[in-house]
Structure formats: structure tokens, C-alpha cells
């Protein structure tokens, strides 16, 4: 009997003892002193942004225009053929150029006539002939004295009034867009390690 009861209290001793201990730890940890914990926070600041943004500015732009002026230009026409001809009962010989006004505009055609007679003499004459347009007709050329062997000629045509066109280089101020390089202030945010204090239970938790 007595050995039971020394039995018993030893284990009533024993519980007590531990029941102390974990009643002494919960009081560490719940009446311990606050320790530090580290964590990261978003934290804004101010930075300077590079952008680009197109302005208007005003500039001379080359550009060349058609401008209309008069000026002359000779009738258009063709030769059609050349003759010959001796005069009955003189001493003579009629130089005959065909032309062919093809041009829409009328007028007087002049004709030099480089002669060679047949005594080898050269001369040297002119003819004139009103010619409509489009209408053919010759110039007539009558020399005396000698017979004419061969001639060589060329055509002075009449002029006319046409309007023709030159370009004409000029400078206009226009609107023009370019790129221009700014800054402007803008919010960023970037990570803080910081520091808080917590009870050894939060940290643990945590």
C-alpha cells in the first residue's frame, strides 16, 4: 500500500512537472518580445519618361507649274513638186514650186529661186503666193532673157500666233510634321525590402 502511494505521487509529480514546462514555453512564446520580419512593398516614385510627339513647322516646298506664253510658229507645209516651163514667143522660162499648205492658218509663202540659165549664168530671185490652208497651189517665177536650165529654192513660210507652255520652278510654305523628343513625369513603383516587427508567433505563422 505504501509502495502504491509513493507510486502515485511520483506520478502526480511527474504531470505537474510537465504541465509546468509546457505552461512555461506558451509563456515564452506568447509573452516573448517582438522580433524583426522583412518583406517586400510596392513604393511609388516619380521618373522622367522619354516620348515622341509630331509638331507642325512651316516649309518652302518646291513644286513647278506649266505658264502659258504666245510665241510664232511658221505654217506647216509640204513641196509637192517643182517644173519648168518656157514662154511662147519670148526668151524666157517660168520656175513653178508647188505647195501644199497643210496647216489650218492661211497666208503668203515666199519663195527664193537659185536659177542657172543656160548660158551658165546664176541668179538669184524671189516669188510670193497667198495660200490658204489646206489648199495647194504654185509659186510662179517668170524669167526673161535667158532660158532656164535648173534651179534650187527654199520656202519661207508665213508665221502664226500659237500659245506653247514652259515650266516655271516655285516655292510654296506648307505644313510639315516632325518628330520631337519630350519628357514628361510619370508615377513607376518599385519594390522596398522593409522591416516590421511581429511576436515570435506571427513570424512563425507567417
Known amino acids: 500500500m505504501a509502495e502504491e ?14 504541465s509546468a514546462v509546457i505552461v512555461v514555453a506558451l509563456l515564452i512564446i506568447f509573452l516573448a518580445p517582438v522580433v524583426p520580419a522583412k518583406y517586400i512593398e510596392k513604393e511609388p516614385y516619380a521618373a522622367n519618361e522619354t516620348y515622341v510627339e509630331q509638331e507642325p513647322y512651316i516649309a518652302n516646298e518646291t513644286y513647278y507649274e506649266a505658264q502659258p506664253y504666245v510665241t510664232t510658229a511658221p505654217l506647216s507645209f509640204t513641196v509637192a513638186g517643182t517644173a519648168i ?3 511662147a514667143g519670148q526668151i524666157a522660162s517660168d520656175c513653178i514650186v508647188i505647195i501644199n499648205n497643210t ?3 492661211s497666208g503668203t509663202f515666199t519663195v527664193t529661186y537659185f536659177l542657172v540659165t543656160m548660158g551658165g549664168a546664176t541668179a538669184t530671185q524671189y516669188s510670193s503666193q497667198f495660200i490658204a490652208g489646206g489648199t495647194q497651189q504654185g509659186v510662179w517665177l517668170r524669167h526673161t532673157g535667158d532660158y532656164i536650165r535648173t534651179f534650187t529654192y527654199s520656202v519661207t513660210p508665213p508665221t502664226k500666233q500659237v500659245i506653247q507652255y514652259s515650266t516655271v520652278q516655285k516655292t510654296r510654305e506648307v505644313t510639315m510634321y516632325g518628330d520631337v523628343q519630350k519628357t514628361r513625369e510619370v508615377v513607376l513603383y518599385r519594390d522596398v525590402e522593409k522591416t516590421k516587427w511581429v ?8
Open 5 to 18: 502511494k509513493k507510486k502515485s505521487h511520483l506520478q502526480r509529480n511527474l504531470l505537474l512537472g510537465v
Open 85 to 87: 516651163q518656157g514662154v
Open 103 to 105: 496647216d489650218s492658218n
Open 199 to 206: 511576436t515570435v508567433v506571427d513570424h512563425i505563422t507567417e
